[in-house]
């Protein structure tokens, strides 16, 4: 028999870590160093000059077990997963459309302006 608890405790230091990466920074992506789709979605925001908070999560303590709470975050166990202004956007298929539509520069400029109403308060 079973603790009872999932693979993703949400209660854990691990969601914790989590959910406080993506509540206090403007862009976050999950990724880990080897993976080619994440060096693609490291790149477009590096060319569009926005520094997001990266978590390797292959160099990371419980790595797997973060990506298995990604998962249960975000319907998704792969990487990356990036996160603007707290909420899920996807993967790397998902930032290179957002970016080929503008709809990234866009969610960058409102998370932008969040991010100084949050500042000015």
């Not at 990506?67 to 998704?76: E, K, S």
Request: aromatic letters at 4%.
């Amino acid at each position: 028999m079973g603790n009872g608890q999932s693979t993703a405790d949400m209660d854990s230091k691990e969601a914790k870590f989590i959910q406080n990466a993506i509540d206090t920074h403007q862009v976050v992506i999950f990724s880990k160093t080897y993976c080619p789709h994440c060096k693609t979605v490291k790149q477009i925001f590096a060319q569009l000059n926005v520094t997001p908070n990266v978590v390797e999560l292959d160099l990371v303590d419980n790595g797997t077990k973060m990506q298995d709470i990604l998962h249960h975050m975000t319907g998704a166990r792969t990487v990356p997963r990036v996160f603007i202004t707290g909420k899920s956007i996807g993967g790397a298929s998902e930032t290179k459309t957002f970016l080929k539509t503008g709809q990234l520069q866009e969610m960058l400029k409102i998370s932008s302006n969040k991010a100084k109403t949050i500042n000015q308060k």
